[in-house]
């Protein structure tokens, strides 16, 4: 239990679908990331929330949305992806963007048919 | 960018000791994290490095040296629970402070 919770655990969703997945997180974090893992490739970081505001977009397609109403909770909205968009989707949050240590969440196994 | 390199497979016996190897290249550096992941599950914090030398940690240890820009994950008395993915990542200033990883080192320990 990391503090980090991420639904749903796994996900199966067709190219035309739109569905979204949730993240919280109970350690009282004001920065929250997305990561994307894909087979044999780094994680590579995709969004960063500070204080509920975007501070990084790391070239990510469009149809990846992401939305943070509140310090505790970050969603990834998605519509229309590829079978490439297939991944382990990590949630994670640190202290503040200073630097301090990331915590991850469980991750959410994507599935693109 | 940053460049960030370590074995992709290592395999060792229980009992023994394992050094895993981390190098990078890259500019503002602020320093360097060690993360156990089993698969299926969140990667889990090992280790923090941002100062030259050893920082030991029960079984675990890692090293960093800035001037080479290198670092190792050092596992004392392996375990069968170690067998896990292990991933390095790279801190630095002009990113923001985000981090950036390695591809990770599959570690299996053989009985």
């Known amino acids: 239990e990391t503090g980090v919770t991420q639904t749903p655990r796994h996900l199966v969703m067709g190219m035309t679908n739109k569905k979204s997945l949730k993240c919280e997180q109970h350690l009282g974090h004001n920065a929250m990331y997305w990561y994307k893992q894909s087979a044999k490739k780094p994680l590579e970081l995709m969004f960063v929330y500070n204080f509920k505001e975007q501070t990084e977009n790391n070239s990510v397609p469009s149809r990846f949305s992401p939305e943070c109403p509140n310090s505790s909770h970050l969603f990834l909205h998605l519509h229309t992806l590829q079978p490439e968009d297939s991944a382990l989707y990590l949630c994670?949050?640190?202290?503040?963007?200073?630097?301090?240590?990331?915590?991850f969440g469980e991750g959410s196994w994507l599935t693109v048919v | 960018g940053q460049n960030i390199d370590q074995p992709t497979e290592m395999t060792a016996t229980e009992g023994a000791i394992v050094q895993i190897n981390c190098t990078y290249q890259t500019s503002g550096f602020n320093g360097l994290f060690w993360y156990q992941q089993h698969a299926g599950e969140a990667p889990t914090f090992l280790s923090y490095?941002?100062?030259?030398g050893l920082e030991e940690k029960g079984r675990f240890s890692s090293f960093l040296s800035r001037s080479k820009g290198y670092s190792y994950l050092l596992l004392k008395e392996l375990q069968m629970k170690d067998s896990a993915s292990y991933l390095c990542a790279v801190r630095v200033y002009n990113a923001g402070n985000m981090l950036t990883f390695g591809g990770g080192t599959r570690l299996m320990v053989k009985p």
């Open positions: 490095n941002v100062l030259d």
């Open positions: 994670a949050s640190s202290q503040d963007r200073s630097g301090n240590t990331i915590y």
